[in-house]
């Protein structure tokens, strides 16, 4: 009944010009649906509405509906409550109910329709950050009290919030929720990152009278060496020239660490004591992300000043880096009791008791994390005595599960939008259909995925379905016959080789990054050309990237030609194919380091992140491949040092 007064209810919404029948669209099935979603990206509403109007018993048949609605909303004139009611009533419970609901809030906060936006927003399960600002911000105007103290209860962790949140912190500011002291802070730790000009934006929720001019600050951030250098001799009198001083030791501290130094020296009289200690604590971070000596002494000039998850991160870092294990544990165990229990810290305060004899206590922290197949968990293991074993088969699925997956409406419609290679589409309708199902279905799913070679997907779900086990689903070696050749040749491991490619594009061979990598071993041009160049492949162009056995050719012969030049060791050549041979060099130490701390103490967080994830991934394929217990201790090894002349 519910469907069929909705279809009604819609028809009589956008009926044809001239009242002719919508069933008269010339296109049916999939060719209605393509030529829709591209009807909806040229803004064409009247295809969208004649096709919208087509109901088929197609799979995808409520897509049409949702585009011309989408493209409605996106539209000045009022948005069209009667068919966005009937929509989310027909199509309770899917993908598109929600991305409608959410598209539709949107709508609802761009009109400044806040009553609206609250009878609506409770359906929305999964809101993003630009809409939980939005339920703030009508939550305020409201009236409700209470959003004021969330917003002021998260203000540190809203540093680098959506402009939707803009009305929310600044209510939060002017109703007294936040003080004078914590929008300063705000602006200290909007400065120390790679888009410090939101700052400015910031300035403004600061007492009449109390605030810099944006001129100053913008000077201040572009320009630290000279600001720093003419502050006239009373600029301390007040608080905004004293933060403006901080503010450009802060920028020069990201970049000349030494020059920020010496002008806290010049200046530090001047400066209140939380002043200094958080001059000290800033430059402290950076020098240990640059791997400079001096950052353990510039944390103890520091104190006991409040500090954020990343800025004890690298005091735990900088203790590795000089394999000061006394300093590691002091560290670590100054760590909140939340970040103490993260993998990496749990090893490394292991670590800390083992080189001081303490192998009880080492051992007791080892043995929690053992059974993780994580980089941290397999080293972890090691230090047990355990090597990486090549894990049990996955059990028999019972038929019921993959045929209870097969007919999931989700899963369905994103296996149709494979079939017509809209891959967003599908991957949104594939997450939906397996979010809060449990283990025996996500695994039913992730066999699906794999009959239809989505690899990514299958990959994905057996990992949510769980991270211990599923090592046949969540480890596939696709492609064997096209990647193997290729790997021989290059005198590669093809454990390493697969784990790479398993981070880089889950083997999805159309994949492409946002800057503009491709393949299967995410190849970016530039590195194409080169690589060609080099190996004396004739007639290559961007193109090429598209093709698999060219793209496997191309990152295998990347992969050998990196490892060549950085001393055959895995470490170094996957850092250097993520980040680059270069920094990869220049990462180095000037005395021999162990392979896990020079991983740990890479300055990216997503080159850091991607060496741990290969080597493990590494391990996995290999006990896989090659039926016998691997070491990631023995992967990992020593990092030669930086040799002199560089």
Known sequence: MRKAFGAALFAATFLLPGGASAQLGSETGSDRIVTAREALRKGDRATLERLAAVRDDHVLDAYPRYWLLVNLLARPEPAPVAALEAFLAEEAGSSLAERLRADWLRR????????????????????????????????????????????????????????????????????????????????????????????????????????????????????????????????????????????????????????????????????????????????????????????????????????????????????????????????????????????????????????????????????????????????????????????????????????????????????????????????????????????QFRLGAAHLALRHELYDRAINTAELANPRSNFELRFLTPYRDRIEPQVRAQGLDLGWVYGLMRQESRFVIPARSSVGARGLMQVMPATGKWVANKIGLSGYHDGLLNDPDTNVLLGTSYMRIIMEDLNAHPVLASAGYNAGPGRAKRWRDLQPLEGAIYTETIPFDETRDYVKKVLANAVIYSAMLEKRPQSLKARLGTIAPMPASE
Request: with cysteine; charged share 25%.
């Open 108 to 439: 609802l906060a761009k009109d400044g329709d806040w009553p609206g936006f609250l009878r609506l927003y409770p359906a929305l399960q999964n809101p993003d950050a630009e809409l939980r600002c939005s339920a703030w911000s009508a939550r305020i105007l409201s009236g409700d009290r209470s959003a004021l103290e969330e917003v002021a209860q998260q203000w540190a962790s809203l540093t680098d919030a959506h402009a939707a949140c803009d009305l929310a912190l600044r209510s939060a500011v002017s109703s007294g929720q936040v003080s004078e002291d914590q929008v300063w802070q705000r602006i200290r730790r909007q400065v120390d990152t790679r888009t410090p000009a939101a700052a400015l934006a910031s300035l403004s929720m600061l007492p009449a009278g109390s605030a810099p001019s944006q001129a100053d600050l913008d000077q201040a951030i572009r320009s630290p060496a000279p600001w720093l250098d003419r502050l006239p001799a009373n600029f301390g009198v007040t608080r905004a020239g004293r933060e403006l001083a901080l503010v450009a030791l802060v920028r020069l501290a990201r970049e000349d660490i030494p020059a920020a130094r010496l002008r806290l020296l010049r200046i530090q009289d001047r400066l209140g004591a939380e002043e200094r200690s958080y001059a000290s604590l800033v430059m402290a971070m950076h020098a240990a992300i640059d791997r400079l000596p001096e950052a353990r002494a510039l944390y103890a000039a520091a104190g006991n000043i409040e500090t954020t998850a990343l800025q004890r991160a690298w005091r735990v870092r900088a203790a590795l880096r000089a394999q000061d294990w006394r300093d590691v544990r002091s560290a670590i165990e100054a760590l909140p009791a939340d970040e103490r229990e993260q993998p990496e810290w749990i090893y490394w305060l292991g670590r800390a008791h083992a080189a001081a004899g303490n192998r009880d206590a080492a051992d007791s922290l080892f043995v929690r994390i053992a059974a993780e197949p994580h980089f941290y968990g397999m080293l972890a293991a090691e230090e047990l005595g355990q090597p990486f074993m090549p894990p049990p088969a996955t059990a028999p699925l019972p038929r019921a599960k993959l045929d209870e997956a097969e007919r999931d409406p989700s899963l369905r419609r994103a296996l149709a939008l494979y079939q017509l290679d809209l891959r967003t589409e599908a991957i949104r309708e594939w997450v939906w259909g397996v979010r809060e199902r449990d283990e």
